[in-house]
T-cell receptor, first 116, second 110 residues
Framework: DAGVTQSPTHLIKTRGQHVTLRCSPI?????VSWYQQVLGQGPQFIFQ???????GRGNFPDRFSARQFPNYSSELNVNALLLGDSALYLC???????????????FGSGTRLTVV | GQQLNQSPQSMFIQEGEDVSMNCTSS?????WLWYKQDPGEGPVLLIA?????ELTSNGRLTAQFGITRKDSFLNISASIPSDVGIYFC??????????FGGGTRLMVKP
């Protein structure tokens, strides 16, 4: 069974550009979350989606947006890129909201974004 | 905001030695998680703790959920070179999102 898949694995963008990152959750998982991990730090929560609805948003500017599709895959969009947006962007899927008492979060390998 | 204090930040150990790291918070949480992250990869869940006082093992790893629900520790016994990596504690907060500690970078001398 495939785990959480993210694409692309790496990309380089110029300041001011726009980027779209993609995530496919584990089959059967309906919740997807996005995290930003700056070098040397722990991941920071950006968004959580369940059944195509936003269920949580972290302390990130409006340049960051996301959506979830009917097949539960998700996109993270970042507009007007800044140098400080350079980070590893992680997607996690879970069974949150599906009636399981203990739900774990499984992470993908991430997308390494470099803004120059 | 919520903050998890994880210590130590990094450590060198001799192969075969036991390792201990811990995580504390000023707030109470009902779920504590321990992840390991290898270079170029996402965090991988090692142990999940759901009950205060709970002690759970996964092979050479043992983690405990503190009685106060404000702390947790992770022990690795008989460390080997593949234990190298960054270990993160994390909690699930009221909004069902993960908050991570700053990480403990483990480096093993062969």
């Amino acid at each position: 069974d495939a785990g959480v898949t993210q694409s692309p694995t790496h990309l380089i963008k110029t300041r001011g550009q726009h980027v779209t990152l993609r995530c496919s959750p584990i089959s059967g998982h309906k919740s997807v979350s996005w995290y930003q991990q700056v070098l040397g730090q722990g991941p920071q929560f950006i968004f959580q989606y369940y059944e195509k609805e936003e269920r949580g948003r972290g302390n990130f500017p409006d340049r960051f947006s996301a959506r979830q599709f009917p097949n539960y895959s998700s996109e993270l969009n970042v507009n007007a890129l800044l140098l400080g947006d350079s980070a590893l962007y992680l997607c996690a899927s879970s069974t949150l909201g599906q009636g399981q008492r203990d739900y774990g979060y499984t992470f993908g390998s991430g997308t390494r974004l470099t803004v120059v | 905001g919520q903050q998890l204090n994880q210590s130590p930040q990094s450590m060198f150990i001799q192969e075969g030695e036991d390792v201990s790291m811990n995580c504390t918070s000023s707030s109470i949480f009902n779920t504590w998680l321990w992840y390991k992250q290898d270079p170029g990869e996402g965090p991988v869940l090692l142990i999940a703790l759901y009950k205060a006082g709970e002690l759970t093992s996964n092979g050479r790893l043992t983690a405990q959920f503190g009685i106060t629900r404000k702390d947790s520790f992770l022990n690795i016994s008989a460390s080997i070179p593949s234990d190298v990596g960054i270990y993160f504690c994390a909690v699930i907060n009221a909004g069902n999102m993960l908050t991570f500690g700053g990480g403990t970078r483990l480096m093993v001398k062969p």
